[in-house]
């Protein structure tokens, strides 16, 4: 008699960088395959199959939200899926910015990283910025980057990079010739 599931595998939801075990178990020991969809998973870093006697287990470290969907063990005609959901965590900032002192006429560079990649906003004060003829907004992965090229004395001030309910702040102070004004112009 040919094996059969006797414990199905069951709904899973899990939290990005969580483990999530998907777990069935047979009538007798068999060899099973795991599928995501259409395509067989093999064993790697993140990916332990394991099968001790009848039961057989898929577990996968450090969810990613590309993780996520139909998961099936196979055992000749026997099929037994799930649906695993991964519940994708905010990004936060791992490196914030760091206040800045540039000399008139010169460039600044304001930088920051985030824990995963996700679109940012930059802010001066309360108006969005946008990248013109001295001003570059670059990402590069969880790497956010703001330059702002020939400084005026008008740059100075508080400059924010914001990132959905999370947020870096950094003051740019401008030298000029004779002062220093930290947030303001140079008289």
């Not at 990916?47 to 006697?53: H, M």
């Not at 026997?78 to 791992?94: H, M, Q």
């Not at 004060?125 to 020939?150: F, H, K, M, N, Y």
């Amino acid at each position: 008699m040919p094996a059969r599931f006797i414990k199905e595998l069951k709904t899973k939801e899990a939290a990005e960088g969580a483990t999530a075990t998907l777990r069935c178990e047979l009538s007798k020991v068999a060899p099973v395959e795991w599928r995501k969809g259409p395509e067989t998973v093999r064993a790697r870093d993140r990916v332990i199959l394991r099968q001790e006697g009848a039961v057989c287990e898929l577990e996968i470290r450090d969810l990613t939200v590309e993780d996520a969907g139909e998961y099936s063990c196979v055992c000749g005609q026997e099929t037994t899926s799930a649906t695993l959901t991964v519940r994708a965590l905010p990004a936060k900032f791992a490196k914030g910015l760091g206040k800045e002192e540039a000399m008139e006429g010169a460039t600044a560079k304001l930088r920051c990283e985030l824990s995963k990649v996700a679109p940012v906003e930059w802010r001066k004060g309360p108006e969005t910025l946008r990248a013109g003829d001295r001003v570059s907004l670059r990402q590069e992965g969880a790497v956010c980057e703001l330059e702002i090229r020939e400084l005026t004395v008008e740059d100075a001030g508080e400059y924010s990079c914001v990132c959905g309910q999370e947020k870096t702040s950094a003051t740019l102070t401008i030298r000029g010739k004779d002062h220093v004004w930290p947030g303001g112009a140079v008289f």
